[in-house]
């Protein structure tokens, strides 16, 4: 084997989830499935999640905000495995747990999550934000905003000044993509 074959490559990965929630399904169990996405394809994101589904019910799909360091998920796994050699999970599952430990983070973004379809809270906070998100998602009740690392605290404050409600900020969440209904 050649040291080539040997070097572990420390490769950025996104997950992706999809969610079955009691809320949406209240006849059916709560259920998640979780998905590796190597690439930025959301067409690709879509048609992958979809395909491994195949449960009736409501489904939510998120992606992580923060791309994942697959070498840091490499000896977190190493650990996890030495430390309790009769682990009860498959591999792949243990994998795609370790990918989504905060030690694991490739990237420092936050999600800001606005629970209001009200646009001028929307503005409130755009104006507000130290900067401009790069990526905004819509979600049932509002909207997403995807933005680099940034003193939280006084943006908090600022909201409570203002008065304005349901926003929060996430430092290693879940953005939404879509919802979908699965039926047989």
């Known amino acids: 084997m050649a040291n080539e074959e040997r070097k572990i490559r420390n490769k950025e990965v996104s997950l992706l ?48 905000i923060n791309k994942r360091s697959t070498l840091a998920a490499v000896k977190l796994m190493q650990h996890k495995l030495i430390d309790h050699p009769d682990i009860n999970e498959t591999y792949v599952s243990t994998w795609k747990t370790c990918l989504l430990q905060g030690e694991c983070k490739a990237e420092r973004n936050v999600l800001i999550d606005i629970d209001t379809d009200d646009v001028a809270v929307h503005t409130k906070v755009l104006d507000i934000l130290p900067f401009q998100p790069f990526e ?16 939280r605290k006084a ?27 699965y039926k047989k």
């Open 155 to 181: 943006f908090m404050d600022e909201i409570d000044r203002l008065g304005i409600k349901d926003v929060e900020v996430k430092p290693d969440a879940y953005v939404f993509r879509e919802i979908f209904e």
């Open 136 to 151: 905004a998602h819509s979600t049932p009740n509002g909207i997403h905003f995807i933005i680099r690392k940034f003193d």
């Open 17 to 64: 989830l999809a969610v079955r929630r009691r809320k949406e399904n209240p006849e059916g169990q709560t259920r998640c499935h979780r998905h590796i996405m190597d690439t930025e394809d959301y067409d690709m994101e879509s048609k992958v999640v979809k395909s491994m589904i195949n449960e009736p019910g409501i489904w939510r799909i998120y992606k992580t």
